[in-house]
């Protein structure tokens, strides 16, 4: 069973807000202040490794793996919304893709990409 203080490290969260102008165009902005701190996380750092599972399927590039409770929600792009981004000692990260590990409820996945 996966134990809450394996969670050595914390994130700040920051989610992106869309804002509309009156001829309907979009500007997405990081906020300047985080909407969540000291969230609980293991964090990884990487390098440049690329996740493939094949010539017509996923391709996803990324620079750390974050392992954090269930019960947070951290949310990749989609074709109708934009990532949210984390802060781990002082480097921003793009939510790149999320997913339960071992489809068990205890924790998450979050693959990141380091976003200036």
Same mark, same amino acid.
């Given at each position: 069973m996966f134990d809450d203080r394996a969670f050595t490290d914390t994130y700040d969260l920051y &989610?992106?807000? *869309?804002?509309? %102008? +009156? !001829?309907?165009?979009?500007t997405v902005t990081r906020p300047d202040t985080a909407t969540s701190t000291d969230n609980p996380c293991l964090f990884f750092p990487q390098g440049r490794p690329t996740f493939g599972v094949g010539a017509q399927g996923i391709d996803i590039e990324f620079d750390a793996v974050m392992l954090?409770? !269930? +019960?947070?929600?951290l949310k990749p792009a %989609? &074709?109708?919304?934009?990532?949210?981004? *984390?802060?781990?000692?002082d480097t921003f990260y793009a939510v790149r893709s999320v997913w339960n590990a071992g489809n068990r409820g205890l924790y998450n996945v979050a693959l990141l990409r380091e976003s200036r």
């Open positions: &989610r992106p807000t *869309v804002e509309t %102008d +009156s !001829a309907y165009e979009q954090f409770p !269930a +019960s947070d929600t %989609d &074709r109708d919304d934009q990532p949210d981004y *984390v802060k781990v000692n």
